[in-house]
């Protein structure tokens, strides 16, 4: 199923439709000022590694081009949130985008591999197997919805966070309302956990949590402290259960305009920005992890990995279904000894 078609039957093209032609509004003027400046959006604050990374790619086209392409890069959710802004990057509205993969995964589901949980060993293993043709493959699978997949960016492991107690085992989390990425296999590991899954916004986590809409979440070390959750929800337990990656992505529409050469210097520069994202993401890692634990955040690890990994089994069940999803898991896991 096409995104746009997807979109539209929640009932959000109407929506997404008014985004666009907004953005598309941002996109001209932009164009005024710098003949072909690509418009991209990023729900992270400007300081964040997923966003400099992508600095660093508008400065490599700049100086391999000689300023004739470059990158306009509006962040902190300035043009809407992940979903509507992934809507907007398939009409056309956007040229670039900056989006974790949940939102993909209704659509396509090869995009649910790397977000099976416990599936990477570790934050290397998930550089190995998405540096090698699997991650080309996933970008690929992306084309025929509209969009062209130009490289990972990390997001590290994510871990659980809450309001009320450590979590120490499945049975701690029992009842708690977490929330969740729009996405149906996050749901659906948080409820097999015993836990109450909540899809909604990043950017309405904050809230949620001090009006008790919420009782929890789970998200790396820099969107714990990015987003100032740590405020309000000090239980921050090391489950490492899911290392995925976030992903730049190309409205299929504007790289149809782009000649080959371009083509290539666009995904050359892409693929030239995550080394400078991995350097910048570990160091992120490490000053909030610091940042935190100064302020006083509890932290602890989980009792045992091997239950958690249990309980979350029958989602793999669930969601790797096809030939291609077995191939590729099997593949990655070839991969979690090698190096």
């Given at each position: 199923?096409?995104?746009?078609?997807?979109?539209?039957?929640?009932?959000?093209?109407?929506?997404?439709?008014?985004?666009?032609g907004a953005a598309a509004g941002v996109l001209t003027a932009c164009g005024a000022r710098t003949g072909r400046a690509f418009l991209s959006s990023d729900t992270h604050p400007a300081d964040y590694p997923t966003v400099t990374a992508v600095d660093e790619m508008a400065r490599l086209l700049r100086e391999r081009t000689d300023g004739r392409l470059d990158i306009k890069t509006y962040?902190?959710?300035?043009?809407?949130?992940?979903?509507?802004?992934l809507e907007i990057t398939v009409f056309g509205g956007l040229d670039m985008n900056r989006v974790n993969l949940a939102p993909l995964n209704a659509i396509e589901p090869v995009t649910t591999i790397p977000a099976l949980p416990f599936l990477f060993r570790s934050n290397e293993h998930m550089r190995r197997a998405l540096d090698s043709s699997i991650g080309d493959e996933i970008l690929a699978s992306l084309t025929k919805h509209g969009l062209i997949g130009l490289c990972f960016y990390d997001s590290g492991d994510r871990n659980f966070y809450n309001t009320k107690r450590p979590i120490y085992t499945p049975a701690d989390m029992k009842g708690m309302k977490i929330r969740v990425p729009n996405s149906d296999l996050y749901v659906s590991m948080i409820k097999a956990l015993g836990a109450d899954a909540t899809p909604m916004?990043?950017?309405?986590?904050?809230?949620?949590?001090?009006?008790?809409?919420?009782?929890?979440?789970e998200n790396n070390w820099p969107s714990y402290e990015s987003g100032r959750h740590f405020e309000v929800a000090s239980y921050y337990s090391l489950?490492?259960?899911?290392?995925?990656?976030?992903?730049?992505?190309?409205?299929?529409?504007?790289?149809?305009?782009?000649?080959?050469?371009?083509?290539?210097?666009?995904?050359?520069?892409?693929?030239?920005?995550?080394?400078?994202?991995?350097?910048?993401w570990d160091a992120a890692v490490d000053a909030a992890r610091t940042k935190l634990l100064a302020a006083g955040v509890k932290v602890n690890e989980i009792a045992d990995p091997v239950a958690f990994a249990a309980a979350m089994r029958p989602v793999w069940d669930k969601y790797v279904v096809s030939d291609d999803q077995k191939r590729l898991v099997k593949q990655i896991e070839a991969m979690a000894e090698e190096g």
């Open positions: 199923m096409r995104i746009a078609e997807h979109f539209a039957r929640e009932g959000l093209s109407r929506r997404g439709i008014l985004l666009a962040a902190g959710g300035q043009l809407g949130s992940e979903r509507d802004t916004s990043i950017a309405e986590v904050y809230q949620a949590l001090v009006q008790g809409v919420i009782d929890g979440a489950s490492h259960h899911v290392i995925a990656p976030e992903v730049l992505v190309m409205s299929k529409r504007r790289w149809d305009k782009l000649d080959k050469a371009d083509q290539e210097r666009v995904r050359q520069a892409a693929k030239d920005s995550v080394p400078f994202m991995r350097a910048n």
